[in-house]
Nanobody
């Protein structure tokens, strides 16, 4: 089992920045790829970013490339999502997920563990 707890969400003006954190406990953290997804009201959960277990590979959704950066600190069992130049369309609940294996999956169905989510609201 892997337990994930997100934090760092909040209300920010358009153009501002936030950094989300996700702390993991349970099974060996470094063996999992970690991803960030988001879900807006009435919409499906969508992929945002993922980082491999080693931190050497990342993938981003086209909508956030150049604005968001994912990173991880295996010594602290934590994955981060730095979000810059935020837009109103970034408003959503952001979820951290863990996926076993060595790939960097972008499908939510490949993630076996999820956190409870943290709300990000961007005002225009």
């Amino acid at each position: 089992q892997v337990q994930l707890v997100e934090s760092g969400g909040g209300l920010v003006q358009a153009g501002g920045s936030l950094r989300l954190s996700c702390v993991a406990s349970g099974r060996t953290f470094s063996r999992y790829a970690l991803g960030w997804f988001r879900q807006a009201p009435g919409k499906e959960r969508e992929f945002v970013a993922v980082i491999s277990w080693s931190g050497g590979r990342t993938n981003y959704a086209d909508s956030v490339k150049g604005r968001f950066t994912i990173s991880r600190d295996n010594a602290k069992n934590t994955v981060y999502l730095q979000m810059n130049s935020l837009k109103s369309e970034d408003t959503a609940v952001y979820y951290c997920g863990a996926s076993s294996g060595t790939s960097v999956p972008m499908s939510r169905y490949e993630y076996g563990y999820w956190g409870q989510g943290t709300q990000v609201t961007v005002s225009s």
